[in-house]
């Protein structure tokens, strides 16, 4: 998404959590890497299914040595509420605590912040999907790569040129070997050699306002998809897609709400190197003055479409990235929240239940103590609010538990 969503963790509820979670997970959790076998995940032979979550900020905050603890505090919670696959951001281009000073230039303490997200990821038995780069504004994205090359005198005529022009792909390019390459300073191993990151993502949420047919993006993520394979190929790698529907199945597009966003869900993701499929779902934005009743059977439509369409046509795993429900809505009470949630996690687990293509889903977002200030109305306090808590323990518990029924083919 383009702004921050915060979800903050506390409570005695989640330290009797973390007193389960040392128990739960021993130090070699993470051992093997996350597979495809069809339509499915699989962990060392045996189906995998996950809850999980966002954090974005981790490696933001990681690189202030003297606010680690706070990495610590939300990937130890979460592992406590069995929330076992994070995703989070791998850039930062420009501004405050940049990763990529300019293109080519790192700061070493921000990329051993990565380091040391990594490293507790390890520990507490999450797993990382990793984003390379941003759609919006926010730490960078498209805009500053385009920055960069304008600087240096190249005719860029706006941000979607980050799709084709030359200057900007190998910008990118060198921004993804920078990191599928990088040495962990801490477990001492390469990134694209460590089982603890599940899956590589190419980019938070592409749009391309220029070419709203898909095309154009196609074609960019046929390159760069191709590219991160010749880098590491043992890592599973998805688009970062929120699922907007384009011209290749017309009849489709009627599910989208209202618009295209120069993205195809099913021509992208039908490229070979992409492992999985990616759907992003905020109904409080995208279908909002709509009752809640309203907002939850469209909700329902778009995951049940993905799902088939990933099912039949794709025959990839399909995983919903984010989703959330803000507090800043007309008539929002924590009841409107749960009943939300809830609803979400029955159709992801039922769905799941049809041979594990729907494979799981990740909340945004998950925050520590002490950062409210980061609210955009999507916290969710767990320990204020065992109901919530309750209800995302539950659905940790009924993917993992499921996971053993559902058989590969």
């Not at 507490?124 to 304008?150: E, T």
């Not at 022009?165 to 460590?194: E, G, Q």
């Not at 991160?228 to 009849?251: A, N, Q």
């Not at 492992?275 to 995208?286: G, K, L, P, S, V």
Request: aromatic share 12%.
């Amino acid at each position: 998404m383009s702004f921050t969503r915060t979800i903050c963790i506390s409570g005695l509820l989640l330290l009797f959590l973390t007193l389960a979670c040392e128990a739960r997970f021993p130090r070699n959790a993470n051992a093997g890497f996350i597979a495809v076998n069809g339509a499915h995940f699989e962990l060392n032979g045996s189906p995998f299914l996950f809850n999980g979550f966002n954090s974005y900020w981790l490696m933001h905050v990681a690189a202030d040595p003297t606010e680690r603890y706070k990495v610590t505090e939300v990937l130890r919670d979460a592992s406590a509420a069995g929330l076992s696959v994070c995703r989070t951001w791998a850039f930062s281009d420009g501004g405050d605590r940049a990763l990529q000073m300019s293109p080519g230039v790192y700061d070493e303490h921000v990329f051993q912040g990565l380091d040391f997200v990594i490293s507790e990821a390890k520990k507490y038995g999450v797993r990382l999907i990793l984003s390379f780069v941003n759609n919006w504004n926010d730490f960078g994205g498209k805009a500053q790569y385009v920055q960069w090359a304008r600087n240096v005198g190249a005719q860029i005529s706006g941000d979607d040129d980050f799709y084709t022009h030359p200057m900007l792909k190998d910008y990118y390019k060198n921004h993804i070997k920078k990191v599928v390459t990088r040495f962990n300073t801490i477990t001492r191993i390469a990134y694209r050699d460590d089982p603890t990151i599940m899956a590589w993502e190419l980019i938070n949420e592409p749009r391309d306002q220029a070419d709203y047919s898909g095309k154009t993006v196609n074609a960019w993520v046929q390159e760069m998809a191709s590219f991160v394979k010749s880098v590491d190929k043992k890592h599973l790698l998805e688009i970062g897609m929120e699922g907007f529907y384009g011209d290749s199945v017309p009849e489709r597009k009627q599910i989208n709400p209202g618009y295209q966003v120069g993205t195809d869900f099913i021509i992208n993701h039908l490229i070979n190197e992409i492992d999985f499929a990616t759907i992003h779902a905020y109904t409080d934005q995208w279908v909002s003055g709509q009752s809640d009743d309203a907002q939850l059977a469209w909700m329902q439509r778009w995951v049940t479409s993905h799902w088939e369409d990933a099912k039949t046509i794709l025959k990839k795993p399909l995983v919903l990235s984010e989703f959330g429900k803000s507090s800043r809505d007309q008539g929002y009470n924590l009841s409107s929240r749960d009943t939300f949630m809830s609803s979400v996690y029955r159709n992801i687990y039922n769905l799941a239940k049809e041979e594990g293509t729907m494979a799981g889903s990740l909340v945004w977002q998950l925050m520590a103590q002490g950062m409210e200030n980061y609210d955009d109305g999507y916290c969710i306090v767990l320990g204020q609010n065992p109901s919530t808590a309750g209800i995302i323990s539950g659905q940790s518990h009924a993917m993992t538990t499921l996971a053993n029924l559902v058989h590969s083919p």
